[in-house]
């Protein structure tokens, strides 16, 4: 049991490059989550998915698309990467929308 | 959801008991309280969570107050393990998408 795990761990973009990162669960999670979080600060959510097949936006969704195909995936796209999304992102599920959170250990995503 | 206060820093002997407030004045009624805990470099960890009665798990024991418009996170035995940003956290139960919104948190330092 993997629990959540996120591909890649470490990135370098240049402006304007395009990438997915992605995150996978084996525990059967309905909830999935994409957070970013900034130095200093807490963490801010992007976007989630209460199913397969659906996405919804969060705090700071601006910039970044998702894709929930399969249960047990849940995909964070850049489609133009700018400097300001420099940061580290965490994706996280549930069982259910009250249910405690699982993370995964991050990718660090440096845009120059 | 309703904000929470907490202090930025504390510091702990190592084999003491760490006592992590938290404000969250503004809570209603069908807010419950959430701890994560985040090591350096790793997803936060889930810790416990509770409504307005005491909680324990092997981890930690929250303690409510009678109004709930405090809490405080016990770690009975601290130990170096420990050290970390403890995330307070207050939400309402609900399946329109587990939209934890994570503060500043507190950073503890468990000494030798």
């Known amino acids: 049991n993997a629990g959540v795990t996120q591909t890649p761990k470490f990135r370098v973009l240049k402006t304007g490059q395009s990438m997915t990162l992605l995150c996978a669960q084996d525990m059967n999670h309905e909830y999935m989550y994409w957070y970013r979080q900034d130095p200093g600060m807490g963490l801010r959510l992007i976007h989630y998915?209460?199913?397969?097949?659906?996405?919804a936006k969060g705090e700071v969704p601006d910039g970044y698309n998702v894709s929930r195909l399969k249960k047990q995936n849940f995909l964070l796209g850049l489609e133009s990467a700018a400097p300001s999304q420099t940061s580290v992102y965490f994706c996280?599920?549930?069982?259910?929308?009250?249910?405690?959170?699982?993370f995964g250990n991050g990718t660090r995503l440096t845009v120059t | 959801d309703a904000k929470t206060t907490q202090p930025p820093s504390m510091d702990c002997a190592e084999g003491r008991a760490a006592n992590l407030p938290c404000n969250h004045s503004?809570?209603?009624?069908?807010?419950?309280v959430y701890w994560y805990r985040q090591i350096h470099s790793q997803g936060p960890q889930y810790i416990i969570h509770g409504l307005k009665n005491n909680e324990t798990n092997e981890m930690a024991s929250l303690i409510i107050t009678e109004d709930r418009k405090s809490s405080t996170l016990i770690l009975p035995h601290a130990t170096l393990r420990d050290t970390a940003v403890y995330y307070c956290i207050v939400r309402e139960h609900n399946n329109a998408g587990n939209m934890l919104t994570f503060g500043g948190g507190t950073r503890l330092m468990v000494k030798p």
């Open positions: 503004t809570i209603s009624g069908n807010e419950y």
């Open positions: 998915s209460v199913g397969e097949g659906t996405t």
């Open positions: 996280a599920s549930s069982y259910l929308g009250n249910s405690p959170l699982h």
